[in-house]
């Protein structure tokens, strides 16, 4: 299976993969570990910032408000 070369040390990822949340769950199958992996706004935010946003912006780029 093809994942996000980042899984490993995505705070999203991290803080996300394991809650029951639907949405996060379509995400990470949609981004982490499918065909959107290149789109991924975290991943944008951290080339063109040189550091990780926050984790709880998504891949589309927009926060969960907890
Ligand atoms: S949220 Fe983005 S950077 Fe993080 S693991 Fe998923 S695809 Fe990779």
Request: proline fraction near 5%; charged fraction near 25%.
């Amino acid at each position: 299976m093809v994942e996000c070369e980042l899984l490993s040390k995505c705070g999203f990822f991290k803080k996300y993969s394991s809650e029951k949340q639907a949405a996060c769950k379509g995400f990470i199958a949609l981004y982490c570990k499918g065909p959107n992996m290149n789109k991924c706004k975290r991943k944008a935010y951290r080339k063109e910032n040189g550091a990780a946003p926050s984790d709880d912006m998504m891949p589309t780029g927009s926060m969960i408000l907890n």
